[in-house]
């Protein structure tokens, strides 16, 4: 009886330690995290804000370091994107250790450089952020 609680405990552990879908569970001790909102459509003539609809997003929230992207130039954005640190977001949530530095927040498919969703992690700090995201379909 006793082997078997020693393998069911191992077992266990590994296969939580494993489980990609457990990183909103995990504690962090730097980073951020919070609740994304994600939206696409027309943006010829603009939607107003005040009647875009948004939903949980789920996918990849990519943290790109601020100065590589500014000193990025015309090179290749998906290969930076590629390098960066990501996190799997589901049903709107994340949370992600991070290092020092000043991030911008993305998800896979929206390019946006602005103060919005711009963070800056410092030591021992967890960010709480709420993001919204909204995709043009068309100009």
């Known amino acids: 009886m006793k082997k078997i609680v020693i393998i069911l405990t191992v077992f266990l552990v590994v296969f939580v330690s494993c489980d990609d879908d457990n990183k909103n569970t995990l504690e962090i001790t730097q980073g951020i995290m919070g609740l994304v909102k994600y939206g696409e459509g027309d943006c010829m003539p ?24 500014e000193e990025l130039g015309n090179g290749d954005f998906e290969k930076l994107k590629a390098k960066s640190i990501k996190t799997k977001v589901t049903d709107g949530k994340f949370k992600v250790e991070l290092p020092i530095g000043v991030f911008l927040a993305m998800p896979t498919d929206v390019y946006l450089f602005s103060d919005y969703n711009t963070l800056e992690v410092k030591k021992g700090i967890v960010l709480k952020k709420n993001f919204s995201f909204w995709k043009c379909t068309s100009y």
């Open 46 to 69: 603009e939607i107003d804000e005040s009647k875009r609809i948004y939903k949980n997003y789920n996918g990849f929230l990519y943290f790109i370091v601020k100065s590589d992207l």
